[in-house]
């Protein structure tokens, strides 16, 4: 196939999704190729995550999207909680949050924050990545070679926000924050001791949240302390996650990461 073929074909393929992203009111970043467009219109994008919440997101629940990025996860997640249902959606990247706000804004059941979801509020530094917009992190020393451009966010922890919007019952918590997730982990301890059928899904990247300064082990063993089992997303669904090898050469790869798919077994109360 000639190049000039190949790039008629691209130029076909991208007019025929960004009009079919039209009808769906579907917005993308500028730099986004033809088969990340497919991905998420189509919902091919994390297809096991996918399933897993078509399984256990059922009408009427409350949940929080950590890590919006441009709202795929939260349109499907306001489709399957329903008009009686709620989702938070939280984005703190300024250019991925107007992309967030014109993908949900037709969604009567979202409500979006332009936050950064730490252990704390008040103002902090976030690193906004020039190439990726699926890069952009809390964490200063990104394990990837990608331009940064370091600005200020408003950062809050979870358990302020929900309180401050009376929110008393939380079914389901979605994060991928680039490596952020141990310490947005801390500041949503309340929220996970109140809620004891609470379910969580996060982005387990060993390499993104050693360079945030936690050992990945760590991170997983607090998740453990709170009652929780742990199942690791496979190319057959979600399966059984017991042990993380710290010796596994692909933890250090930026590129490897998997979603964790975390499942009360035992309630708070019988913690202490």
């Given at each position: 196939m000639t190049i000039l073929l190949k790039k008629f074909i691209r130029f076909v393929l991208n007019g025929v999704l960004d009009y079919i992203a039209r009808t769906q009111k579907f917005s993308f970043p500028e730099k986004y190729i033809w088969q990340w467009k497919r991905d998420f219109l189509f919902g091919r994008y994390e297809k096991d995550t996918v399933a897993l919440f078509n399984k256990t997101i059922k009408t009427g629940m409350?949940?929080?999207?950590?890590?919006?990025?441009?709202?795929?996860?939260?349109?499907?997640?306001?489709?399957?909680?329903?008009?009686?249902?709620?989702?938070?959606?939280?984005?703190?990247?300024?250019?991925?949050?107007?992309?967030?706000?014109?993908?949900?804004g037709h969604l009567s059941n979202v409500k979006r924050y332009q936050t950064a979801v730490m252990d704390r509020a008040g103002t902090v530094d976030f690193y906004h990545c020039e190439e990726k917009s699926g890069s952009h992190s809390v964490v200063?020393?990104?394990?990837?070679?990608?331009?940064?451009?370091?600005?200020?966010?408003?950062?809050?922890?979870?358990?302020?926000?929900?309180?401050?919007?009376?929110?008393?019952?939380?079914?389901?918590?979605?994060?991928?924050?680039?490596?952020?997730?141990?310490?947005?982990?801390?500041?949503?301890?309340?929220?996970?001791?109140?809620?004891?059928?609470?379910?969580?899904?996060?982005?387990?990247?060993?390499?993104?949240?050693?360079?945030?300064?936690?050992?990945?082990?760590?991170?997983?063993?607090?998740?453990?302390?709170?009652?929780?089992?742990?199942?690791?997303?496979?190319?057959?669904?979600?399966?059984?996650f017991y042990v993380y090898n710290p010796f596994d050469p692909r933890n250090t790869d930026p590129e490897y990461f998997f979603n964790i798919y975390c499942k009360r077994l035992i309630p708070p109360r019988f913690l202490k």
């Open positions: 409350v949940v929080v999207d950590i890590g919006a990025h441009i709202g795929y996860y939260t349109r499907i997640l306001s489709k399957l909680v329903g008009k009686k249902g709620a989702v938070y959606a939280f984005e703190a990247d300024p250019e991925n949050f107007k992309l967030l706000e014109k993908n949900t200063a020393n990104i394990p990837v070679n990608l331009a940064t451009r370091k600005i200020s966010v408003q950062s809050a922890d979870l358990d302020g926000i929900l309180a401050g919007e009376d929110v008393a019952t939380v079914d389901f918590i979605k994060m991928d924050i680039e490596g952020g997730e141990p310490i947005a982990l801390r500041g949503m301890r309340n929220t996970l001791t109140k809620n004891n059928s609470i379910q969580m899904v996060f982005e387990f990247a060993p390499a993104w949240i050693s360079a945030g300064g936690v050992k990945p082990e760590r991170f997983l063993e607090e998740i453990f302390s709170m009652g929780f089992k742990i199942f690791a997303a496979n190319q057959d669904g979600f399966a059984d």
